[in-house]
């Protein structure tokens, strides 16, 4: 049987006023819920979690068994209704609070900044805490932000420390709160490591656009950034004309790991690459199409001949064409049919018996 609980005819009427409105609080919880994901989708920002409840009244009853002095009415209780945002990096918190201040009236007096707090064993309950209103709606709530680890360390905490039914020895505290320590400087890091990859793309697309491809290493990012500079679309056109088809986008983000195949270091080995073979790539194409009524061509054909010309001048042969295939469409015995039909079709073409410049 669960604990009886008596309360004075003060408490028993906050209580009749929170079960009269108990469906509002419920209504309140869905609304600002979906505001608030909105808010974020608007934002861009990505969020762990929103998480929201609205108090029980057997909780609500424990309470104002103990405190209900406290309290003039229900809208002295600011924790009826509370909502939790749980973000991934530390900045964002911050991201979110300016969110909040937009969307609702911040209670600044009773709003509390947990961060500020500097004792060894706080990491867990860094959150900020907002208490909020809203047109519309007569209480007051609280919002509470924390990030992914915070909240995962709070949970954990609570569990072994007040669950466990015995006092934690403080050799067991002792080793929580180097690991609360741990934990705080590996969200920190989260932070500043994110930052620094901002950074170091926004260092990247500016080489890029500068045209300082030698400089750039080649990478997910850089690659997705040249691309962006079309460096394929002359070639693609100029094969396109042999039978005045229409160029069909594609991502072309795969053959990252083709050129990567190819030892290319830098953007600039795969500028080298395209410059050096888009003669040997076009004839290729107009072996391929130039007898075709073919309308419609992709994008992917011109990095595609490019490859298939820069393996066979290096002597990479029907073997080095199967791998390319096996990287682009994953491994089948039929890219090993296509790589010895593609060597076939090449080995007569006028790229294949020209001298490079310079040898």
């Not at 990567?260 to 395209?274: H, N, Q, R, S």
């Not at 054909?301 to 994953?330: E, T, V, W, Y």
């Amino acid at each position: 049987m669960g604990k009886t609980i008596n309360l004075d005819t003060h408490c028993q009427a906050i209580l009749d006023e929170y079960r009269a409105n108990y469906e509002l609080f419920i209504q309140k919880e869905k609304e600002i819920s979906t505001s608030l994901r909105g808010a974020f989708d608007q934002m861009g920002l990505l969020v762990a979690a929103v998480e929201s409840r609205v108090k029980t009244e057997s909780s609500l009853a424990g309470k104002l068994e103990l405190k209900g002095s406290k309290y003039k009415s229900l809208s002295d209780l600011t924790d009826i209704l509370g909502l939790r945002v749980i973000t991934f990096y530390i900045d964002d918190v911050d991201k979110v609070a300016s969110a909040l201040e937009r969307l609702f009236t911040i209670d600044w007096d009773n709003s509390v900044d947990k961060r500020k707090a500097h004792e060894i064993d706080s990491f867990g309950y860094l959150s900020l805490h907002y208490i909020c209103s809203v047109d519309g709606f007569p209480y007051r709530f609280e919002i509470q932000i924390r990030t992914l680890l915070q909240h995962a360390w709070a949970n954990m905490n609570h569990d072994i420390g007040y669950k466990s039914g015995v006092e934690v020895p403080k050799a067991y505290m002792r080793n929580l709160s180097r690991l609360a320590g741990m934990l705080e400087l590996v969200d920190e890091q989260f932070s500043r490591i994110r930052v620094e990859l901002t950074d170091y793309k926004r260092k990247v697309q500016a080489l890029v656009a500068s045209g300082n491809l030698e400089e750039v290493p080649l990478d997910g990012d850089t690659f997705r950034s040249y691309l962006e500079l079309k460096p394929f679309d002359r070639l693609n056109r100029r094969i396109a004309s042999v039978n005045q088809a229409e160029i069909q986008e594609v991502s072309l983000m795969p053959f990252l790991p083709v050129f990567k195949m190819l030892e290319c270091k830098t953007l600039g080995d795969v500028a080298k690459i395209i410059k050096t073979y888009s003669e040997g790539a076009y004839q290729l194409a107009c072996f391929q199409i130039g007898l075709t009524d073919l309308d419609i061509i992709s994008s992917s054909i011109g990095p595609q001949d490019l490859c298939i010309a820069c393996i066979l001048k290096n002597g990479g042969g029907s073997a080095g064409i199967r791998i390319m295939f096996d990287l682009l469409n994953g491994k089948s015995e039929s890219n090993a049919m296509m790589a010895e039909m593609l060597l076939e079709q090449a080995m007569n073409l006028p790229f294949m018996n020209q001298k490079e410049n310079g040898k």
